[in-house]
């Protein structure tokens, strides 16, 4: 179970081009989430950017709808690491992420380390791990907005060197 604060349940984006995982997400993760849906990298960075996700759940083999350019030349495709990276690059570098892919191999879980994910599951997933992970991401923005919100953090925050609280 997601632990949720007293105002409002976590937000998690899903990013999974497959509509049949994407609906198995659903199902799994309503009740305690609130679920946002990317089905392609831009569209993931987009709603990163506009409605700041507690946590990322990418899948690594997405389908980029790339574009040709004019002088035959393709721009590369961006996968689940690519949007991990840019993620951890950004403003939002905080927000947690969680890979998903089939890809089970020692290099393939370098490359998440390396695009700086907080965790790598392999599929099929077990819907007790994917809970357990999230729960465990989600745990120290827990603790991470507490010690803003606390009142005993105020002072801490809001004076700055030489000045009484």
Same mark, same amino acid.
């Given at each position: 179970?997601?632990?949720?604060?007293?105002?409002?349940?976590?937000?998690?984006?899903?990013?999974?081009?497959?509509?049949?995982?994407?609906?198995?997400?659903?199902?799994?993760?309503?009740?305690?989430?609130?679920?946002? /849906? =990317?089905?392609?990298?831009?569209?993931?960075? &987009?709603? %990163?950017?506009?409605?700041?996700?507690?946590?990322? $759940?990418? #899948? +690594?083999?997405?389908?980029?709808?790339?574009?040709?350019?004019?002088?035959?030349?393709?721009?590369?495709?961006?996968?689940?690491?690519?949007?991990?990276?840019?993620?951890?690059?950004?403003?939002?570098?905080?927000?947690?992420?969680?890979?998903?892919?089939?890809?089970?191999?020692?290099?393939?879980?370098?490359?998440?380390? /390396? =695009?700086?994910?907080?965790?790598?599951?392999? &599929?099929? %997933?077990?819907?007790?791990?994917?809970?357990?992970? $999230?729960? #465990? +991401?989600?745990?120290?923005?827990?603790?991470?907005?507490?010690?803003?919100?606390?009142?005993?953090?105020?002072?801490?925050?809001?004076?700055?060197?030489?000045?009484?609280?």
């Amino acid at each position: 179970m997601g632990e949720a604060t007293e105002h409002q349940p976590y937000r998690v984006l899903i990013v999974e081009d497959s509509a049949t995982i994407r609906y198995a997400y659903k199902l799994l993760l309503d009740n305690d989430y609130d679920v946002l /849906f =990317a089905e392609d990298p831009l569209s993931a960075l &987009k709603q %990163v950017a506009t409605l700041q996700p507690d946590a990322v $759940l990418l #899948d +690594v083999n997405l389908k980029d709808r790339s574009r040709e350019l004019a002088s035959g030349q393709t721009i590369k495709k961006m996968d689940g690491l690519d949007v991990c990276a840019a993620i951890k690059r950004s403003p939002f570098k905080a927000t947690p992420i969680i890979m998903v892919t089939s890809r089970d191999g020692l290099i393939d879980k370098m490359r998440g380390k /390396f =695009a700086r994910a907080d965790r790598y599951l392999t &599929k099929p %997933v077990d819907q007790n791990d994917l809970k357990r992970a $999230l729960n #465990d +991401v989600l745990s120290r923005k827990t603790v991470a907005r507490r010690l803003k919100n606390s009142p005993y953090m105020e002072p801490v925050y809001t004076t700055t060197a030489g000045e009484e609280a």
